[in-house]
């Protein structure tokens, strides 16, 4: 059942798929017997909802084995049991990517459940602060900066012993927009993220050597609890003016941002790194 399952993953988007009856995935198995990532690993931070939940599951689908992670233990069951009811191969373990001990409790799950890794996809990032980028605590400096840039370098120095054993690793980034299109009161945070930028340029000059592709990807506004939340109303304001002159007229959601997170990770994708990609209805970008 489970590889059956696995067999039939792109026609799902979110939380349809378990409403679509056996026999129809059964119908759709030969357009997707081309598991690209089958028996690789792959592990995921702040995977447990949003953006980061949506990459988890279309690694899964594409046949990847995939270790879920975030801050609340509740957070992680619910997660690992939703795609292991869809037959995924996944498992999960509280990382707060801002901590060294839940970092190499990951490392030490990813290897012992499925004997090496070979994505990382960076996901976990925070916004704690909506105002003046000059009044801006320095605790708060230091919050932004520990788990939206220094995490994923942490992490990755942590999981490239066991990464560079393997052929064809990668590492994906998640940064924004707001990268290239400030957006105004979220200055530290769009600092944090224009500075994923230079991460993935450095890392991939830093990795090439090795094999291990680094690339990133820059989100426009997704519909997710992040995106939409209360602290994001900045945001939202913006947003029917840049839609309307710019955009494709509709919201981002998850599962945008997944297929191309996958292709990345992808044997497709082996001649490409240090690439920044935006996946926001229109790209800023000249
Ligand atoms: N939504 C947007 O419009 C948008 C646009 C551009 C970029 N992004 C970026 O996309 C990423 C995900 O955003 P999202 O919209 O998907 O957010 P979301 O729906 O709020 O999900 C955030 C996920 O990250 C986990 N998380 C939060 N802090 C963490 C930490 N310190 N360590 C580990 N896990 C953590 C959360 O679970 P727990 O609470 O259990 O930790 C949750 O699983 C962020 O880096 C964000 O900057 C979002």
Redesign the pocket.
Known sequence: MAAILRSVPRVFRGYQCASVPLSARMFQKGADEKCTLANKVAVV?????????AIARRLAQDGAHVVI????QQ??DC?VATLKEEGLSVTGTV????KAE?RQHLVTTALEHFGGVDFLVC?????PFVGSTLGTSEQIWDKILD??VK?PALLLSQLLPHMEKRAGSSVVL?????SYLPMPKLGV?NTS?TALLGLCKSLAVELAPKGIRVNCI????????????EK?KA?MDMLPDMNKIYGLQRL?E?ED?AGIVSFLCSSDASYITGENITVAGFSPRV
């Open positions: 931070t702040g995977s447990t909802k949003g953006i980061g939940f992670s975030s801050r609340k957070n992680v997660a990382c707060h990517v801002g839940d996901v976990a990032g925070v916004n788990v939206n995490s998640v940064s924004s927009v707001v945070y993220k820059a989100p426009g506004i997704i519909r997710t609890d992040f995106g939409l939340g994001e945001m981002g998850p941002c």
